[in-house]
């Protein structure tokens, strides 16, 4: 048989007159006695491309099988079309049905909401705004590599089983082959983990941020990109149970640094979606966010606001605004106070930085004040909070007693301390939240709606 070429290449192409050969799944199918147009996907690109079938050189049998869904193969002939928003088709000279599709597909013509798709999130890929999200979650995939391996990061691969419990970032998952029903008990009663896999209790990780940590103490600038788990009981449009989370970590950077390179990081994140995703794009906003390139826009060429967390609480309480969550020094942000500094406020991306330190994690370096520490929250319109990050208490003696204060089990974290202990060196890192990027990218409104198979509580189809 004939090669096949993608319909993103025959669309683009200019020379009528040649023979193609596609393959694809047939989204409508109209027309009269005489002649058929079939409306052919091949996930290549959200654009079909128009196949012209003249009645009378196909058997009946076989055009009444090619039905919304059903998936063909066509040789033809690449023509001008006559038809606006395309530019040529295909004459179809052949057809083969592979699979048919009968009227109880569920992508019939009409359209659907978001949450119907998500019942049928094994079918919802060959929908147009499915394709188009994961199209772009993919182009965004490569641009993080492609970021990261031009500023000389090296790609750091984190365990996904882990038996550290301290990053504090939420409940864990845990990992276990013992039997539940019934379980070997210690001397105490207790479930006694030494008789398990490994010989000791593990969990999903929240977080490859420590043996990152352990990359850049060596390699200088690495970054992960992988699933982090958390069992928190968060329903909401921006919380995962199973989430995807780059993480670069660098030696000899200061939080200045790390907020100059996420700044750049996530404006070449958009301008690359903006130079490569232009269909998708396009078909996103006509069909959801009318505002959307111009965000996305808006986002690469204005500087983002760098604020203090002091400074910030001195904004929310001078607003006048009634928040559900009372604000008063201390306060961990919610969202609503997220988004009223970003959209109302200064009506642009901020970093805030200096948070206290009893609201963050045990690693971040402590200013001197004594209250607060050198992290940063990378605020965003719409999303809040994309990416989290700090520079790291370089210090053994100040990182030893806040992990005791904070109940950091020390001695299990020795290989982590052994960092401050050997050839201690100023770090910083950041996480960034895939599929909040994507949401950002995408401008889709649910969470749920820009991974293929989301993981929610009390949700774990497919
Ligand atoms: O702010 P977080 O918890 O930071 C860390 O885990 C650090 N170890 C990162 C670092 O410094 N290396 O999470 C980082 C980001 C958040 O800003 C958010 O974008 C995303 O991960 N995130 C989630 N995304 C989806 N679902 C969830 N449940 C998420 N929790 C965090
Ligand atoms: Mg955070």
Redesign the pocket.
Known sequence: MRKREKIVDVLRSTEVGREVFVEGWVRTKRGNKSVNFIALNDGSTVKNVQVVAECTNFDEELLKNITTGASIAVEGTLVESPASGQSVEIQANNITVYGTCDSTYPLQKKGHTLEFLREIAHLRPRTNTFGAVFRIRHAMAFAIHKFFNDHGFFYWHTPLITASDA?G??AMFSVSTLDKENPPLGEDGKVDYNEDFFGRHTNLT?????E?ELGAMALGQIY?FGP?F?A?N?NTP????E?W?I???MAFMDIEDNMDLAEEFLKYLVQYALDNCADDLAFLEKMYDNELTERLRFVVSNDFVRLDYTEGIRILMESGVKFDYPVSWGLDLQSEHERYLVEQHFKRPVILTGYPKEIK?FYMKQNDDGKTVRAM??LFPK?G??????EREADYNKLLTRMNEMGVPAEAMSWYLDTRKFGSAPHS?????????ILFITGMAN?RDVIPFPRTPKNAEF
């Not at 929240?206 to 420590?210: A, E, I, K, N």
């Not at 909070?385 to 700090?390: A, D, F, L």
């Open positions: 990053e970032a939420g929240v977080s490859g941020q420590l990152g992960t982090t958390r928190e968060s921006r919380h995962l149970a989430f989370m993480e670069p970590e994690a929250d990378v999303i909070e994309i990416i989290g990050g700090s890192g950041f996480g960034l939240g895939f599929e909040r990027l969470i």
